[in-house]
């Protein structure tokens, strides 16, 4: 079974840290993204990566970076954390052959962010 | 840009009755995949329902089928016999045949079900 795994379910953190969120795939798949969930807006694509060191900005990539320095992890950073930074982050990885049927992607478990 | 909606943000359901949750999209492209993800109550999001656009039958998973209309670009969910298990947020999602893989998610309908 492809497993995606999130480094924290719940984290709290105060206004200006610096956070990282850290997503690890066992597939070896090539792709992986970072979402993010708020009520009533459903899922937001932060940023995505399609290779190893290679990023691409989706939705909503103000506020945060990220680092894919091996193909198994997928780092979410915010700089500087924000109260309105408050939310559900949801990683995920599919492969780019469609091997696994036509590119489903495999979610983690989510990081609650709370920002206070 | 495509756009995923999702109109009902809450419904119920009787168990063993049947439900159809509804998904509306906008795109200029001709070949897409759209799915149906489940989140029950934390736990993981998990695929539920798959379609290719350029295929005319609908998809059926055992008790979940849809109803995929592509001219009025609509993608409804419907689950037979509910079951308490089949409580969650459920999400419909866009992705584009060509290109880069990400997903473009609906608002998101929460699905209770009442014993």
């Known amino acids: 079974d492809v497993k995606v795994t999130q480094s924290s379910r719940y984290l709290v953190k105060r206004t200006g840290e610096k956070v990282f969120l850290e997503c690890v795939q066992d597939?070896?798949?090539?792709?992986m993204f970072w979402y993010r969930q708020d009520p009533g807006l459903g899922l937001r694509l932060i940023y995505f990566?399609?290779?190893?060191?290679?990023?691409e900005k989706g939705d909503i990539p103000e506020g945060y970076s990220v680092s894919r320095e091996k193909k198994e992890r997928f780092s979410l950073i915010l700089e500087s954390a924000s109260t309105n930074q408050t939310s559900m982050y949801l990683c995920?990885?599919?492969?780019?052959?469609?091997?696994?049927?036509?590119?489903?992607?495999?979610f983690g478990p989510g990081t609650r962010l709370t920002v206070t | 840009a495509q756009t995923v909606t999702q109109s009902q943000p809450e419904m119920s359901v009787q168990e063993a009755e049947t439900v159809t949750l509804s998904c509306t999209y906008d795109?200029?492209?001709?070949?897409?995949?759209l799915f149906w993800y489940k989140q029950p109550p934390s736990r993981q999001m998990i695929l539920v329902i798959r379609?290719?656009?350029?295929?005319?039958q609908n998809a059926t998973e055992n008790r979940f089928s849809v109803n995929f209309q592509k001219a009025a670009k609509s993608f409804s969910l419907k689950i037979s016999d509910s079951q308490l298990g089949d409580a969650a947020m459920y999400f419909c999602?866009?992705?584009?045949?060509?290109?880069?893989?990400?997903?473009?998610f609906g608002q998101g309908t929460r699905l209770t079900i009442n014993p």
């Open positions: 999602a866009y992705r584009s045949y060509q290109g880069a893989q990400k997903l473009v």
């Open positions: 597939m070896d798949h090539e792709n």
């Open positions: 795109t200029s492209e001709s070949d897409y995949y």
């Open positions: 379609q290719e656009a350029y295929k005319q």
């Open positions: 990566s399609y290779d190893v060191k290679m990023k």
């Open positions: 995920a990885s599919t492969s780019s052959s469609g091997v696994q049927g036509p590119y489903e992607q495999y």
